[in-house]
C-alpha cells in the first residue's frame, strides 16, 4: 500500500511488525492489550471512515508502532496519540517525527482522555481497558468514534432491548451514540493473535453528557446487577424514591433487560 511505503514500512506489514518487535527486543504484553494490527485491511478501513473523522482534532488510544496513527494523520488535521509502553512511544516517535501533525503522548489514555477533549476517537484499542475505556468515552466530549474492540463487545454494543446480550454497557452507549459496525477481523489479521475476533466500530453522538453522567452510570450497574427482575422491584433497589407515574407508562411487571435505552433514560430522570 502506497502510504506504508512513504512510511518506510516494505510492503508486508506481518513481516514488518515482527521484525521490528524483534529488534526493539519486545515481546507483546498481554497486561497491555499489545496485538498490533498486521492486515492492511484495517488500515483501509480507517481511510474509509477519513471524510466522517476530518473534522478537527483525532485522539488515538494505543499508538503501537504508529501504523494506525499514520493513517488517521491522513485523515485528521491533528492527531494527538496515548501510549503507556515508553518502548512504543520512544518508537512510534521518531518514526512519525517528520509528520508535523501527529503528536504522541507517554501516558495512560484512561487517565488523559478527558484532559484532551477530543472530537474525535479512534484507534485500534488495547482489549485490556476495553470496558474502562468506553464509558471515558461515552462522558468525553468525543463526538464521532472509530475503533477496534472485541467483535464480542461491538455485538454487546448493538445488542436489542430483550436479548442475551443486551446489558448495561449497551444502553449506556446506546444513550449517547449511534453504533454503525464497519467490519469484522479475524484474529490473524493481528500480531500475536488475540483469542478472539475483532470488529471496527463507529458511533456518532447524538445527546450531550448530563450532569450527573456519573450516577446515571451507576444507575445502568444496579438495574442490570437484576436485569431479569421486575422494573418495579429494580427500582426499588436502585433508586431511594421513585415518581409513580412512570407506571402509568410503564409496565412495572417487565423485566428490566426488556426496557430500551430511551425508557431506561426517562426511568433515571424521574428516580431521585
Ligand atoms: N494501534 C496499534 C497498537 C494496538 S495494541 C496497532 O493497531 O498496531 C494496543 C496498544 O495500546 C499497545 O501499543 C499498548 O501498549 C497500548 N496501551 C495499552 N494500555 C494503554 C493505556 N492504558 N493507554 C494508552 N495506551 C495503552
Given at each position: 500500500?502506497?502510504?506504508?511505503?512513504?512510511?518506510?514500512?516494505?510492503?508486508n506489514?506481518?513481516?514488518?511488525?515482527?521484525?521490528?518487535?524483534?529488534?526493539?527486543?519486545l515481546?507483546?504484553s498481554?497486561?497491555?492489550?499489545?496485538?498490533?494490527?498486521?492486515?492492511?485491511?484495517?488500515?483501509?478501513?480507517?481511510?474509509?471512515?477519513?471524510?466522517?473523522?476530518?473534522?478537527?482534532?483525532?485522539?488515538?488510544?494505543?499508538?503501537?508502532?504508529?501504523?494506525?496513527?499514520?493513517?488517521?494523520?491522513?485523515?485528521?488535521?491533528?492527531?494527538?496519540?496515548?501510549?503507556?509502553?515508553?518502548?512504543l512511544?520512544?518508537?512510534?516517535?521518531?518514526?512519525?517525527?517528520?509528520?508535523?501533525?501527529?503528536?504522541?503522548?507517554?501516558?495512560?489514555?484512561?487517565?488523559?482522555?478527558?484532559?484532551?477533549?477530543?472530537?474525535?476517537?479512534?484507534?485500534?484499542?488495547?482489549?485490556?481497558?476495553?470496558?474502562?475505556?468506553?464509558?471515558?468515552?461515552?462522558?468525553?466530549?468525543?463526538?464521532?468514534?472509530?475503533?477496534?474492540?472485541?467483535?464480542?463487545?461491538?455485538?454487546?454494543?448493538?445488542?436489542?432491548?430483550?436479548?442475551?446480550?443486551?446489558?448495561?454497557?449497551?444502553?449506556?452507549?446506546?444513550?449517547?451514540?449511534?453504533?454503525?459496525?464497519?467490519?469484522?477481523?479475524?484474529?490473524?489479521?493481528?500480531?500475536p493473535?488475540?483469542?478472539?475476533?475483532?470488529?471496527?466500530?463507529?458511533?456518532?453522538?447524538?445527546?450531550?453528557?448530563?450532569n450527573?453522567?456519573?450516577?446515571?452510570?451507576?444507575?445502568?450497574k444496579?438495574?442490570?446487577?437484576y436485569?431479569?427482575?421486575?422494573?418495579?422491584?429494580?427500582?426499588?433497589?436502585?433508586?431511594?424514591?421513585?415518581?409513580?407515574?412512570?407506571?402509568?407508562?410503564?409496565?412495572?411487571?417487565?423485566?428490566?433487560?426488556?426496557?430500551?435505552?430511551?425508557?431506561i433514560?426517562?426511568?433515571?430522570?424521574?428516580?431521585?
Open positions: 500500500m502506497f502510504f506504508l511505503e512513504e512510511l518506510g514500512v516494505e510492503p506489514l506481518y513481516i514488518w511488525t515482527v521484525r521490528t518487535l524483534r529488534e526493539l527486543g515481546k507483546p498481554r497486561r497491555l492489550g499489545q496485538s498490533f494490527t498486521v492486515n492492511p485491511a484495517i488500515l483501509r478501513d480507517f481511510a474509509g471512515l477519513c471524510s466522517n473523522l476530518s473534522r478537527d482534532r483525532c485522539v488515538e488510544i494505543g499508538t503501537g508502532l504508529g501504523v494506525v496513527t499514520y493513517i488517521l494523520s491522513k485523515c485528521c488535521r491533528r492527531v494527538i496519540s496515548i501510549e503507556k509502553d515508553p518502548r512511544y520512544e518508537f512510534s516517535r521518531k518514526l512519525l517525527s517528520r509528520y508535523s501533525n501527529i503528536e504522541i503522548i507517554h501516558g495512560d489514555a484512561l487517565e488523559l482522555l478527558h484532559k484532551l477533549e477530543p472530537k474525535t476517537v479512534a484507534g485500534t484499542v488495547p482489549y485490556s481497558i476495553t470496558g474502562p475505556l468506553l464509558g471515558a468515552i461515552a462522558s468525553s466530549t468525543a463526538e464521532k468514534v472509530a475503533i477496534v474492540l472485541q467483535k464480542d463487545v461491538v455485538d454487546r454494543l448493538l445488542a436489542k432491548h430483550g436479548s442475551r446480550r443486551y446489558g448495561s454497557i449497551t444502553v449506556l452507549m446506546q444513550t449517547f451514540f449511534k453504533i454503525h459496525k464497519v467490519n469484522v477481523y479475524p484474529p490473524k489479521y493481528f500480531y493473535e488475540p483469542e478472539v475476533s475483532s470488529a471496527m466500530v463507529e458511533m456518532t453522538r447524538v445527546r450531550e453528557v448530563p450527573n453522567m456519573e450516577e446515571y452510570e451507576k444507575f445502568l444496579c438495574l442490570f446487577s436485569r431479569r427482575k421486575t422494573l418495579r422491584n429494580a427500582l426499588a433497589r436502585c433508586c431511594r424514591r421513585v415518581d409513580e407515574d412512570i407506571y402509568s407508562f410503564l409496565d412495572s411487571s417487565k423485566r428490566v433487560f426488556h426496557l430500551p435505552p430511551e425508557d433514560l426517562d426511568i433515571f430522570r424521574r428516580c431521585i
